[in-house]
T-cell receptor, first 113, second 119 residues
Framework: RKEVEQDPGPFNVPEGATVAFNCTYS??????FFWYRQDCRKEPKLLMS???SGNEDGRFTAQLNRASQYISLLIRDSKLSDSATYLC??????????????FGSGTRLQVQP | DAGVIQSPRHEVTEMGQEVTLRCKPI?????LFWYRQTMMRGLELLIY????????DSGMPEDRFSAKMPNASFSTLKIQPSEPRDSAVYFC?????????????????FGPGTRLTVL
């Protein structure tokens, strides 16, 4: 089982739709969680962190479910400009004492007019 | 600030040749990360440095890969000899502190990447 798993999509949604992605992680001791956005042929950029209590940034809402070991990203009122690949990122402490920083393979979103 | 700078942006080379990728992190950042991205494997962390010292190189695929950070403003990733399976986009990223909290704290900033093609 991969450490961090995402549905690759693509998710094709019309403008204005609400869309949600999940990301599951295998290490129950994982500490920090993030969503990154990557446009085609560009570098990843931080979209938002994911806090235990859930957090919102405009049209974007991130949630963490430690019991089921997944994080989610909800996008409301989708815009054409939201079309991108969304990567979830998990940091964990390893048995070796080192930290691991693992990216999911990404979920592609295509918002259509 | 110019952000993280990587060079070259594109590299095409032949199997067996040595390849050197370069990165200049954001001034003041104390962590530097090298990643590789392919369609098959996604984004993989290869190695990261803290204050110019390699901390974890467990992601480096094999001895053909080596990375150095001689000072706070420069790092290299070298592949010798290169093989076709090394073809990928290589990203360098830097942060102030290890990315634990995100947001205005410890955010990783990525460079534009080097697209490597080994024929």
């Amino acid at each position: 089982r991969k450490e961090v798993e995402q549905d690759p999509g693509p998710f094709n949604v019309p403008e204005g739709a609400t869309v949600a992605f999940n990301c599951t992680y295998s290490n129950s001791a994982s500490q920090s969680f993030f969503w990154y956005r990557q446009d085609c042929r560009k570098e990843p950029k931080l979209l938002m962190s994911v806090y235990s209590s859930g957090n919102e940034d405009g049209r974007f809402t991130a949630q963490l479910n430690r019991a089921s070991q997944y994080i989610s990203l909800l996008i409301r009122d989708s815009k054409l400009s939201d079309s991108a690949t969304y990567l979830c990122v998990v940091t964990s402490n390893m048995d070796t004492g080192r930290r691991a920083l693992t990216f999911g393979s990404g979920t592609r979103l295509q918002v259509q007019p | 600030d110019a952000g993280v700078i990587q060079s070259p942006r594109h590299e095409v080379t032949e199997m067996g040749q040595e390849v050197t990728l370069r990165c200049k992190p954001i001034s003041g950042h104390d962590y530097l990360f090298w990643y590789r991205q392919t369609m098959m494997r996604g984004l993989e962390l290869l190695i990261y440095f803290n204050n110019n010292v390699p901390i974890d190189d467990s992601g480096m695929p094999e001895d053909r890969f080596s990375a150095k950070m001689p000072n706070a403003s420069f790092s290299t990733l070298k592949i010798q000899p290169s093989e076709p399976r090394d073809s990928a986009v290589y990203f360098c990223a830097s942060s102030f502190g290890y990315p634990l909290r995100g947001g205005p704290y410890n955010e990783q900033f990525f460079g534009p990447g080097t697209r490597l093609t080994v024929l």
